[in-house]
């Protein structure tokens, strides 16, 4: 063990690694999963002296959510081949007794990590503990220590003991004491909680809320961390200064939605004034306008970015992941930072995953023209990274859409992409089979609005698979384009049964749970299409087949080693 800690890359654990079964085409193979069973939440993700480690919420007794939760945790050097380690918190005492919930990693002063987390007390209350690591000397962390004075916060007045959950990753101030806020609710208001302390053990709660918002439900999952407003670099969380903005993400349990606000942290007042409100409406930011959700990010020391996960869950039957025996998986890891407008996250898969590209295949300023298809042929269009740049057609010639405030899954209603527009719809066809018949369409279409010009982005799940008894979503969103535009942009990780798509560089990002019966292994295909009057040109097309991402497990390692 300490000397494939030393030197992973010298290391491989391909003979340890478990392959998908071959009955089981929608298991994926480069994103991140246990073994088998639920997963749901990450929880305290963090790099800590060399190692990447990552906990997560996981029902170690069956393949939906359990009623007694468990911290699992696994470790990686490159944020994408994985050591499955033993469990990090498991139900044992009348704090957690009935479920180790979510929760965050802090790196405290002498670089000791320690975690925060929400226990399911024995008369199920929510209440918050803290664990800290038994030996700092393991590169792994494998065993951790419950606080002899846990719970070290309790629900406030006003707050319902059942829905207090959550904490983020704490953060210190100039005063030396440190600040974490928790998720709530109070009836169908949600609200998040601040709190203080001094020693990371007695926490003091502010009476205030540090956010509420009404009929959306629990706050769940927040988080709350900076972000530079010049380059890239993430910064650490406890940084603060003129340089940055602050972000805080909320996670609507009613809407089940990742919203997030950027703003202006006032320290000195507990206080954040965010740019925008909230409006119920098409305005509002969200990390991910798909199946993503619970996320949580964490400033990579490593290479100075900051680092977001997110859950995506299933959209087939609890029958279907009872006979699979697992539900659950994780995004690819996603650098986020500060668009340089100030008004938005940008998001892009970190770029380790490009270590996973295998057979390449380009298409160079190839003809679109309206209603026409071209295949991507020479890769496995069931597991593919592909990015595509469109050049467009003078916007002038865009069709008109009256009104700024449209609702845009609306506007994309089932099988809008075999509809013809002008400008769009264009795009992808992914996971589709050879005739067409299943597809999941990932696409654009450009209008004009009285304000300039808006681009609609849609996946499109309507046929993405002969199966009835599945949720085929419909996700969209729009996006104001400069009236100088050239190109946009796609890019789309597909693995089997997700696929994670960025539109112009990051600036919007759908995920998908497909599940066809048809395109599935070497029976799926990829497609780029055209249902616009207008031609689009294929400026550029990269498509690469993905290997299989490593997955080892700890006794095998041991015993290799030895």
């Known amino acids: 063990m300490e000397n494939f800690a030393k030197d992973a890359s010298s290391h491989s654990i391909n003979s340890i690694k478990y392959l998908v079964p071959e009955n089981q085409p929608h298991r994926t193979c480069y994103h991140f999963q246990p073994p088998h069973n639920w997963m749901n939440d990450p929880n305290g993700p963090m790099y800590y002296k060399g190692v990447y480690h990552f906990f997560y919420q996981h029902n170690p007794f069956g393949p939906t959510f359990g009623k007694i939760m468990v911290w699992a945790h696994s470790v ?18 009348p704090y957690d007794i009935n479920g180790c919930y979510s929760g965050s990693v802090t790196i405290l002063s002498e670089e000791k990590p320690a975690i925060l987390y929400t226990g399911n007390d024995n008369n199920k209350n929510q209440v918050q503990n803290l664990a800290m690591p038994k030996n700092l000397s393991d590169p792994y962390l494998r065993e951790w220590v419950k606080h002899s004075q846990n719970p070290v916060m309790v629900a406030p007045s006003g707050i319902e003991m059942d829905n207090f959950r959550d904490p983020t990753t704490a953060w210190k101030g100039n005063d030396g004491k440190w600040r974490v806020i928790i998720g709530a609710k109070n009836g169908d208001d949600g609200k998040v909680i601040l709190c203080h302390s001094e020693d990371f053990v007695h926490w003091i709660l502010d009476p205030i809320p540090f956010y509420a918002i009404d009929n959306y439900g629990m706050c769940e999952c927040p988080d709350f961390f ?17 340089s940055i903005r602050h972000v805080l993400k909320l996670s609507y349990q009613n809407e089940q939605q990742e919203h997030y606000f950027l703003g202006k942290y006032q320290p000195d007042q507990e206080n954040f004034m965010t740019d925008t409100k909230f409006t119920g409406t098409s305005l509002d930011l969200k990390l991910d306008y798909g199946a993503f959700y619970a996320s949580k990010t964490f400033f990579d020391y490593a290479k100075k ?11 087939d039957t609890t029958k279907d992941d009872i006979e699979k025996g697992w ?20 998001q892009w898969p970190i770029e380790e995953v490009e270590k996973l590209r295998d057979k390449q295949v380009s298409i160079l300023g190839k003809k679109l023209i309206g209603g026409s298809t071209l295949q991507v042929s020479g890769i496995t269009a069931s597991q593919v990274d592909v990015e595509v740049l469109f050049e467009l057609p003078e916007l002038e010639s865009a069709e008109w859409l009256d009104g700024n405030e449209v609702d845009p899954e609306l506007l994309c209603s089932e099988e809008y992409a075999s509809k013809s527009g002008t400008i769009g719809p264009f795009g992808l066809l992914a996971l589709a089979s050879e005739d067409l018949t299943e597809k999941t369409a990932i696409f654009f279409r450009i209008y004009r609005t009285p304000n300039g010009y808006k681009c609609l982005m849609c996946s499109d799940e309507s046929r993405s698979s002969l199966r009835q008894d599945l949720n085929k979503r419909t996700y969209a969103t729009t996006f104001d384009i400069d009236p100088n535009i050239k190109t946009i942009s796609l890019r789309s990780l597909i693995d089997r049964s997700i696929i994670e798509s960025f539109g112009e560089e990051g600036r919007v990002c759908l995920t998908n749970r497909v599940y066809p019966s048809l395109a599935i292994d070497k029976d799926a295909h990829l497609y780029v299409f055209n249902n616009g009057t207008q031609t689009v040109f294929i400026s550029k097309l990269n498509a690469w087949s993905m290997k299989h991402a490593e997955f080892g497990y700890e006794e095998k390692i041991e015993n290799i080693n030895s």
């Open 76 to 93: 990686s050097y490159d944020l994408i081949n994985w050591i499955h380690l033993k469990h990090a918190l498991e139900p044992s005492e």
């Open 226 to 242: 900076p972000v530079s407003i010049c380059g890239t670099n993430g910064v650490d969380t406890s940084v603060q200064n003129s």
């Open 305 to 315: 970015r900051r680092i977001l996960w997110g859950w995506v869950q299933e959209s």
């Open 327 to 346: 539900a659950g998986l994780q995004s690819i890891p996603r650098q986020v930072w500060l668009d340089k407008s100030g008004k938005q996250l940008m």
